[in-house]
Every structure is written in C-alpha cells, then in structure tokens.
Nanobody, 123 residues
Framework: QVQLVESGGGLVQAGTSLRLSCAASGRTFSNYGMGWFRQAPGKEREFVAAISWSGGSKYYADSVKGRFTISRDNAKNTVYLQMDSLKSEDTAVYYC????????????????WGQGTQVTVSS
C-alpha cells in the first residue's frame, strides 16, 4: 500500500507559477513511476505529467509541455510539479498517482491516488 499526500495548491494569477508536492509513504518509493493528473469541474480526469522511477524518463500532456516540469527526489519520497506561465484553463484539482515499476498516462492503470489539491488560476 502507498499513501500519497499532495500539497502546494492555491489561488494564483495567470502568468505566475506554483509548485505542487506529493509525499509518498508506505512502500519503496523508488519502485514506483509517478504521475500527475487533473480534473476540472464537469470534465474527466486527465493526464498532466509522469516520471519514471529513476527520473530518467518524463512525459507531458501537450497542453502543459514547455510550461510544467515534473521531478522527483527519491531520498525524500516526494514528486514535484513545477507549473509556470499558468493559464485559467489550468484550474483544476490536481492528483498525484503511483504505478508500480512503470508509468502510465491512463488514469485506470495507476494503482494509488492522493486526495488532490485545488489549483485556481484567475485571469
């Protein structure tokens, strides 16, 4: 079992930056690929970014490529999402996800989820 706790969300203005954190506990963090997903009101949960267990492979949704950066610190059991040049359409609840030994951009293929953190971008 893996427990994930997100933090760092908030209300910001368009064009500014925010960094989300996801702290993991329970199992060997470095065995898990990690991802960020988001869900806006009335919409499906969608993939944002993912990172392999070593940090050597990273994937991004086209909508955030060049603006968001995913990273991880296995010594701290934490994955981060640096969000720059935020837009109003980035407003959503952001969820951290874990998948054992691999990563997936599909929400139904991730094994563990955090409770989410709200990000609101005002224009």
């Amino acid at each position: 079992q893996v427990q994930l706790v997100e933090s760092g969300g908030g209300l910001v203005q368009a064009g500014t930056s925010l960094r989300l954190s996801c702290a993991a506990s329970g199992r060997t963090f470095s065995n898990y690929g990690m991802g960020w997903f988001r869900q806006a009101p009335g919409k499906e949960r969608e993939f944002v970014a993912a990172i392999s267990w070593s940090g050597g492979s990273k994937y991004y949704a086209d909508s955030v490529k060049g603006r968001f950066t995913i990273s991880r610190d296995n010594a701290k059991n934490t994955v981060y999402l640096q969000m720059d040049s935020l837009k109003s359409e980035d407003t959503a609840v952001y969820y951290c996800a874990a998948r054992r030994f691999s990563i997936s951009t599909r929400k139904d293929e991730n094994d563990y989820w955090g409770q989410g953190t709200q990000v609101t971008v005002s224009s």
